[in-house]
């Protein structure tokens, strides 16, 4: 744990020197076939890029120095650089975080965890409780925070490990969890199945929306991904990526006890604590059942009256799935709380400002920010370009894809998956644009290869948590997670980005 932390301070030490400097000498460096403001948008790239990788200052803040950089040296003016802080993808994040505090707030999200693992089929059985926490991390991760679903599954897990220690202990056997092989698996299954349910709709991780948003602005003649859409192939993904890591952690790390004495009642337990449904839990319900039927609306009703139907035009203009989000989100503080009397409502005004990741949306507003001006002053072409020749001039699709996946990967597991997905989301799009690609694919195939950061405890949140148990050897990660991800992104996330994505978006 002690060389982790100066890891990470080196870390920082060395983005706070390597920034400027690589900013200043590119700068000053003449650069032939690139216009003056992308040259000097590159400079300030650089910047950015390293500092949200080294970290040196906190990643939404360097999100915000780069656009204000890029007025104050007079790449773009203030409206242009800022305007995409008030991009719709981000009030659908916001929609997004308000439904998923309304279920944390009122035990909603714990009430689906613990039912979960309160099913007959889980019973006392090792093998069936360590598949019972994954599939439950998983499903809630879908819909709510990896970070937030991690949190809320790590004190179980943790609980189910003592629960083991004192059933050995009263058999005659002692054992060190920190040290024990079960105890490792689960707390990564915990962590692993936390990532992978992120990838299952668009509102389930950053890398997502993100994506979705440079869509959207870097490339808006190609076909719309609709929310209904997505989960086609996420859910796809999402069960591949999950079934590969049950059986990689449970052949690495099985139990060697058949049953885990008072595993039902301390499970049942947790469920007795929740006591019956509250009118807030029946609330959040209702606001999260309005915004998920807004979501896939459109996919039924291009179906029934067609895509180019008056009906399907009436509703985009206004129902697009911001609008879902934010309708769904709001609704929480009209819906009625436990205490009517007193004027409770679903969701508080001080419990759902604090349920909004601002760092979140702020870096996403600054990577879409930076995005949209490397894409107006001509550099995200000029990159494109440079990657179009050293892929030989005519590359393969699939290698395309395949170069872009495996670099999302590796920068996912050096840096937060946020802040890799805004770094080379542009240069994909416009790569893409330029050999003539259609930039759909490639972006999917970020967005799925930024959730596969099981290697290190910085690469996601979820990882971090279960490292700071103890039970988990920085060696055991890295060696699981490589397996993981070398499976998950060459068998399951680059075939489904070129044949299930292209087959359900027509490109």
Not at 66 to 82: E, H, N, Q, S, Y
């Amino acid at each position: 744990m002690g060389s982790d932390k100066k890891f990470e301070q080196l870390r920082k030490n060395v983005g706070v020197v390597a920034g400027p400097l690589c900013a200043i000498l590119i700068w000053l460096m003449p650069i032939a076939g690139i216009s003056e403001a992308a040259h000097h948008m590159l400079a300030i790239m650089s910047l950015v890029a390293i500092w949200w990788i080294t970290e040196p200052v906190p990643i939404p803040v360097t999100s915000m120095l780069g656009p204000t950089l890029c007025v104050v040296l007079g790449i773009a003016p203030m409206k242009d650089a800022f305007e995409q802080f008030a991009n719709p993808m981000i009030f659908l994040f916001m929609g997004g975080f308000l439904l998923a505090k309304g279920m944390m707030v009122n035990g909603l999200d714990k009430r689906i965890a613990y039912g979960i693992m309160s099913m007959k089929w889980v019973g006392d059985s090792p093998r069936r409780i360590f598949l019972a926490i994954g599939l439950a991390c998983m499903l809630c991760s879908g819909w709510i925070s990896n970070t937030a679903t991690a949190a809320m599954m790590f004190p179980i897990s943790l609980g189910l490990l003592e629960a083991i220690r004192e059933m050995m202990a009263a058999n005659g056997k002692v054992i060190d969890l920190k040290s024990y092989k079960y105890a490792t698996g689960l707390m990564l299954m915990t962590a692993y199945a936390c990532s992978i349910g992120g990838v299952m709709t668009p509102i389930g991780t950053p890398p997502n929306i993100i994506m979705l948003g440079f869509l959207d602005q870097l490339a808006p003649q190609a076909p719309t991904v609709s929310f209904f859409q997505w989960m086609i192939w996420g859910i796809v993904a999402m069960v591949l990526y999950f079934i590969v890591a049950y059986v990689v952690l449970w052949r690495m790390f099985p139990a060697d006890v058949k049953h885990i004495e008072g595993a039902r009642e301390f499970i049942r337990n947790y469920v007795d604590s929740l006591g019956k449904w509250t009118t807030a839990q029946k609330s959040t319900i209702i606001a999260f059942g309005t915004a998920f039927v807004l979501w896939v609306a459109p996919s039924v009703l291009s179906i029934v009256y067609g895509a180019n139907s008056d009906v399907m035009k009436f509703y985009d203009s206004h129902f697009p799935e911001a609008i879902a989000a934010m309708v769904g989100g709001l609704l929480l503080f009209f819906l009625p709380g436990n205490d009517i009397k007193k004027g409770e409502m679903a969701l508080s005004w001080k419990d759902g400002v604090e349920g909004i990741e601002w760092g979140t949306l702020l870096l996403f507003g600054g990577g879409l920010a930076m995005g949209a001006m490397m894409y107006s002053t001509g550099l995200s072409a000029w990159i494109g370009s440079g990657i179009k020749e050293a892929l030989g001039g005519h590359p393969s699709e699939w290698a395309f894809v395949a170069v872009f996946c495996v670099t999302a990967l590796i920068l996912s597991e050096l840096t937060s998956h946020t802040a890799s997905t805004n770094l080379i989301a542009p240069i994909a799009i416009g790569a893409a644009l330029s050999l003539g690609f259609n930039p759909i694919p490639v972006a999917i195939g970020i967005a799925l290869s930024s959730s596969l950061g099981f290697m290190m405890p910085v690469s996601t949140p979820p990882n971090a948590i279960v490292y700071a148990s103890g039970y988990v050897p920085l060696t055991k990660m890295i060696k699981t997670g490589f397996i993981i991800d070398v499976i998950g992104i060459l068998v399951i996330t680059i075939p489904i980005v070129m044949l299930l994505v292209k087959f359900v978006m027509g490109v």
